[in-house]
Each structure stands twice: as structure tokens, then as C-alpha cells.
């Protein structure tokens, strides 16, 4: 089950995703903040892989985005030898059009008498990435300084409001199917022990039911014979 992102919702209230298993999307989210630069490439491949057969969740999309932007920026890269690989001004760019996108994902697609501010604050989003959004859409491009610190925060909202509570929400295969064997089990015992109950109440009447026939017999044969002591003519048992 998926906690946020439209793409692929079913009518039954399930949403198609692109991963096989949740041990493959566990696996991103453990990689994708990882310090290793080669076990975050894993995780954007995988991604990327994502991508192409659709359904992707926009904060996932989002996060590997913001991710793939910092490893072009100088500034987060291990190796400030190598020539900037964009100028300040794309990198500003590409920082503000993914903030816009999260934003508006979570927000300001939602058509309410309340503003997006508004609507951002509810939502918990920082309100650095809103004002971002604001100036990126109607004003000039904000500094890139404050975009790479906007993207930090933005990370971590994800992280928080996605990233987490999805990891949560994960059913545990192995207990659920536990709980129901549990289950079957105490229904089987349940039925068994009410079918052993009605037998053992069929044969007390069985043998009451006996009884009593055979106290009624015994008592027709006791005066039949107590009869022909007496000389009397014979009469029928039943």
C-alpha cells in the first residue's frame, strides 16, 4: 500500500508500483541516504529502472531527483578537482524546478479556499520550499546557496513524511500469515469441540431414550408374570 503519489491507483483502493517485492524497494530506501557514493548509484539505477515501467511515486522521483542534482553540484560532490559539471545557474535551476514539483505534488494541486502557504504549513512542509516555489515561479531564480540549503531541508521532509511512515506501513508477511493460521487453528477447535459436544449430548439421549424403553419393557414383563402367578390370562408386552 502506498502512502502518497496518485500514479496507478486501482479502483479497489490498491496502487500499482514498479517494484517486484517490498525487500526491493527496502533496499533503495536504505541506499538511497547512504554516505557510500557507489551504494547511492545502485539505488538511482534501480530507480531509474523504476521510472521506465511507470507508476513511480512522485517522493521517491523526487527524492532520487534532488539526490542526482547534488551529485552534479560542486559543492556536495567528494571530488571538487573535477570541472563543474553544470553552471550556477543550471544547478539553481534544476534545484528550483524539483522544489516546484514537490511542492505542487503535495499542495497546490488541491483546489480548497485555502492558500498554498496555508496548505504547506497543515502539511508540515518547511516554509523555505514554498517561498522557493513562489519566487521560482513568479520572480527570479533564487540563489543557489539557498537552494542547496532548500534541499537539504527538503530531503529531510521526505524522509520523514514519506521515506519512514511507508517503511511502517509495510505488512510483515511472516506475522500475518501466522495470526492466521492462529486463527483457522482455534476455529478448527472451536467446530471440533462443538460437534464433540453434540455427540456426547446425542448419545446421553440415546441412552436415557434406552432406559426408559427398558424400564417400561421390565415393567410389562415383571406383570405378565406376576399375572400368570395369579392365574390370570396372558397379555401382550407393547
Same mark, same amino acid.
Not at 547512504?34 to 517522493?59: E, H, M, Y
Not at 553540484?73 to 559539471?85: A, E, V
Given at each position: 500500500?502506498?502512502?502518497?503519489?496518485?500514479?496507478?491507483?486501482?479502483?479497489?483502493?490498491?496502487?500499482?508500483?514498479?517494484?517486484?517485492?517490498?525487500?526491493?524497494?527496502?533496499?533503495?530506501?536504505?541506499?538511497?541516504?547512504?554516505?557510500?557514493?557507489?551504494?547511492?548509484?545502485?539505488?538511482?539505477?534501480?530507480?531509474?529502472?523504476?521510472?521506465?515501467?511507470?507508476?513511480?511515486?512522485?517522493?521517491?522521483?523526487?527524492?532520487?531527483?534532488?539526490?542526482?542534482?547534488?551529485?552534479?553540484?560542486?559543492?556536495?560532490?567528494?571530488?571538487?578537482?573535477?570541472?563543474?559539471?553544470?553552471?550556477?545557474?543550471?544547478?539553481?535551476? =534544476?534545484? #528550483?524546478? %524539483?522544489?516546484? /514539483?514537490?511542492? &505542487?505534488?503535495?499542495?497546490?494541486?488541491?483546489?480548497? *479556499?485555502?492558500?498554498? !502557504?496555508?496548505?504547506?504549513?497543515?502539511?508540515?512542509?518547511?516554509?523555505?520550499?514554498?517561498?522557493?516555489?513562489?519566487?521560482?515561479?513568479?520572480?527570479?531564480?533564487?540563489?543557489?546557496?539557498?537552494?542547496?540549503?532548500?534541499?537539504?531541508?527538503?530531503?529531510?521532509?521526505?524522509?520523514?513524511?514519506?521515506?519512514?511512515?511507508?517503511?511502517?506501513?509495510?505488512?510483515?508477511?511472516?506475522?500475518?500469515?501466522?495470526?492466521?493460521?492462529?486463527?483457522?487453528?482455534?476455529?478448527?477447535?472451536?467446530?471440533?469441540?462443538?460437534?464433540?459436544?453434540?455427540?456426547?449430548?446425542?448419545?446421553? =439421549?440415546? #441412552?436415557? %431414550?434406552?432406559? /426408559?424403553?427398558? &424400564?417400561?419393557?421390565?415393567?410389562?414383563?415383571?406383570? *405378565?408374570?406376576?399375572? !400368570?402367578?395369579?392365574?390370570?390370562?396372558?397379555?401382550?408386552?407393547?
Amino acid at each position: 500500500m502506498e502512502l502518497m503519489g496518485s500514479e496507478g491507483e486501482l479502483s479497489s483502493g490498491y496502487k500499482l508500483v514498479p517494484w517486484s517485492c517490498w525487500d526491493q524497494w527496502k533496499f533503495v530506501k536504505e541506499s538511497i541516504f547512504s554516505s557510500s557514493p557507489d551504494v547511492v548509484g545502485t539505488a538511482l539505477q534501480k530507480i531509474s529502472a523504476w521510472r521506465s515501467r511507470g507508476c513511480l511515486p512522485v517522493p521517491i522521483d523526487v527524492t532520487a531527483a534532488f539526490i542526482e542534482i547534488q551529485q552534479k553540484d560542486p559543492f556536495f560532490r567528494r571530488d571538487p578537482m573535477n570541472s563543474t559539471l553544470e553552471s550556477d545557474e543550471m544547478l539553481s535551476m =534544476l534545484y #528550483s524546478m %524539483t522544489i516546484i /514539483r514537490l511542492v &505542487n505534488c503535495f499542495v497546490a494541486h488541491k483546489k480548497t *479556499k485555502y492558500s498554498i !502557504s496555508e496548505l504547506a504549513d497543515a502539511a508540515g512542509i518547511p516554509r523555505v520550499l514554498v517561498d522557493i516555489r513562489h519566487e521560482s515561479s513568479h520572480r527570479d531564480l533564487p540563489s543557489l546557496r539557498l537552494v542547496r540549503f532548500a534541499s537539504l531541508k527538503a530531503l529531510d521532509w521526505l524522509k520523514l513524511n514519506y521515506w519512514e511512515p511507508q517503511k511502517d506501513a509495510i505488512p510483515d508477511v511472516r506475522k500475518e500469515i501466522r495470526s492466521r493460521l492462529l486463527e483457522m487453528t482455534y476455529l478448527l477447535k472451536t467446530k471440533n469441540s462443538h460437534k464433540s459436544s453434540s455427540n456426547m449430548k446425542h448419545r446421553r =439421549l440415546m #441412552s436415557t %431414550t434406552v432406559l /426408559r424403553v427398558g &424400564n417400561k419393557l421390565s415393567s410389562q414383563i415383571t406383570a *405378565k408374570l406376576q399375572s !400368570s402367578k395369579n392365574g390370570s390370562s396372558p397379555s401382550s408386552l407393547v
